[in-house]
C-alpha cells in the first residue's frame, strides 16, 4: 500500500484544542508581564492612556493584545500545517497525533517568544561581555568577532528604554510568524518503497 497525506480531522473546541490554547496564552502573558516588570526596572516609564476619568489603558500593556494575538495565529497555522500527516489510506489514524503536535506547537512558540525577548538582553548584559574580552584574551584569534559584536550590543543597549522595549516586542513577534510558516512548511518525510 501507498502512503498518502491525509489531513487529521479535529475541531477547534476540543479538550485537547482548548487546553493548548489556555496553555498558550498563560505563557504569552507570563513572558511578555515578566519582559514588562525587567524593562520597567531598566528605566521604562509607566505612563497610561486616560480614555475616560475611570478608565486607563498603560502603554506598557498594548503589546500584551499583540503578542497574544500573533501567538494565537501563529499557533492556528502551525496547528493546521501538521495536523496533514503521512500514513497508509484506510487504516485509523492514532487519535493522540494531533494533541501532541498542538502542545508541540504551543512549546515551540512560547521558547520562540522568550528567546527572541531575552536573549538580546543577555548577549549585550555587562557579564556577558566581560566573559567575551576574557575569551577573546585568551583566543587572540575572536577578538575581532568580539569587537564587532561589542559595538553592535553597545549600540542596542544605548537606545531609549521605549525603543528596546518597542523592538523587543516588534523583533520577537517576527522570529514567531516566521518559526510558525518554517515549522508548518516542513517538508514531510517520505516513506521509502519496499
Known amino acids: 500500500m501507498s502512503i498518502v497525506p491525509r489531513r487529521i480531522v479535529f475541531r477547534w473546541t476540543s479538550a485537547p484544542s482548548l487546553a493548548s490554547i489556555i496553555l498558550l496564552i498563560a505563557s504569552t502573558v507570563f513572558v511578555e508581564a515578566f519582559f514588562a516588570d525587567y524593562s520597567l526596572a531598566r528605566g521604562l516609564e509607566y505612563k497610561s492612556l486616560g480614555l475616560d476619568t475611570y478608565v486607563e ?11 497574544l494575538a500573533v501567538m494565537l495565529s501563529s499557533w492556528m497555522y502551525m496547528a493546521r500545517g501538521r495536523a496533514v500527516i503521512q500514513a497508509k489510506p484506510g487504516l485509523p489514524l492514532p487519535p493522540t497525533i494531533l494533541p501532541v503536535r498542538m502542545f508541540e506547537a504551543v512549546f515551540i512558540l512560547s521558547a520562540i517568544l522568550a528567546g527572541s525577548l531575552y536573549l538580546p538582553y543577555v548577549l549585550g548584559s555587562n557579564w556577558m561581555l566581560n566573559s567575551l574580552y576574557a575569551t577573546a584574551a585568551s583566543f ?44 508548518a512548511r516542513r517538508p514531510t518525510r517520505r516513506a521509502r518503497p519496499r
Do not use: D, E, R
Open 57 to 67: 489603558i498603560p502603554y506598557l500593556y498594548l503589546p500584551f493584545v499583540g503578542a
Open 140 to 183: 587572540p584569534a575572536l577578538k575581532g568577532l568580539v569587537t564587532w559584536f561589542y559595538s553592535g550590543a553597545s549600540t542596542m543597549m544605548g537606545l531609549k528604554p521605549i525603543w528596546k522595549y518597542a523592538l523587543s516586542n516588534s523583533l520577537s513577534c517576527m522570529f514567531v510568524v516566521a518559526t510558525a510558516f518554517v515549522v
